[in-house]
T-cell receptor, first 116, second 110 residues
Framework: AAGVIQSPRHLIKEKRETATLKCYPIPRHDTVYWYQQGPGQDPQFLISFYEKMQSDKGSIPDRFSAQQFSDYHSELNMSSLELGDSALYFC???????????????FGEGSRLTVL | RKEVEQDPGPFNVPEGATVAFNCTYSNSASQSFFWYRQDCRKEPKLLMSVYSSGNEDGRFTAQLNRASQYISLLIRDSKLSDSATYLCVVLKNQGGKLIFGQGTELSVKP
């Protein structure tokens, strides 16, 4: 079965550069979530989208922005990168179409960003 | 204080041991509760949902105490393959985001 696809899997950037991460949710899933997981840390919620509209916002820095497109894929744009942005970025998707989120999020394998 | 707090790890246990993880959450309005499993450098995956009546899935038993805002996971007859980080997860409201605990690392040794 198709899973959540994230790209790139690995990314190395310099400080102050920009980066874009992409996420392709499982077909027919209408909700996308972005999480950031630093070394030894739990996943921190950044932002989510339901039906292409932002549905919730967490600890996403102002330097970051995200959107969900008409085909439901999502992109996380990160600018003015800092050393502390080095982390594993997970995208997850779910189907909330019935109005009930069962809590089962399907995670992609993550994009590992290293800022030098 | 974090919204979801777990036992600090790591837990190092021999094969066949029974191990219990505890978790507390601060928001009494939280609606749903889960245990996720995360292998090293991999994505989190749902292990099981947690219901007030308690639920069991093979060697795994999850319990929820809403009054105490406490969640537990019991693993019986530990296997080497159970070695992972176990994340306590809370859903604040339907359609909302999942809040993760910091995770408890389990290492099962031969």
């Amino acid at each position: 079965a198709a899973g959540v696809i994230q790209s790139p899997r690995h990314l190395i950037k310099e400080k102050r550069e920009t980066a874009t991460l992409k996420c392709y949710p499982i077909p027919r899933h209408d909700t996308v979530y972005w999480y950031q997981q630093g070394p030894g840390q739990d996943p921190q919620f950044l932002i989510s989208f339901y039906e292409k509209m932002q549905s919730d916002k967490g600890s996403i820095p102002d330097r970051f922005s995200a959107q969900q497109f008409s085909d439901y894929h999502s992109e996380l744009n990160m600018s003015s990168l800092e050393l502390g942005d080095s982390a594993l970025y997970f995208c997850a998707s779910s189907f909330a179409g019935t109005g009930r989120n069962t809590g089962e999020l399907f995670f992609g394998e993550g994009s590992r960003l290293t800022v030098l | 204080r974090k919204e979801v707090e777990q036992d600090p790890g790591p837990f190092n246990v021999p094969e066949g041991a029974t191990v219990a993880f505890n978790c507390t959450y601060s928001n009494s309005a939280s609606q749903s509760f889960f245990w996720y499993r995360q292998d090293c450098r991999k994505e989190p995956k749902l292990l099981m949902s947690v219901y007030s009546s308690g639920n069991e899935d093979g060697r795994f038993t999850a319990q929820l105490n809403r009054a105490s805002q406490y969640i537990s996971l019991l693993i019986r007859d530990s296997k080497l393959s159970d070695s992972a980080t176990y994340l306590c997860v809370v859903l604040k409201n339907q359609g909302g985001k999942l809040i993760f605990g910091q995770g408890t690392e389990l290492s099962v040794k031969p």
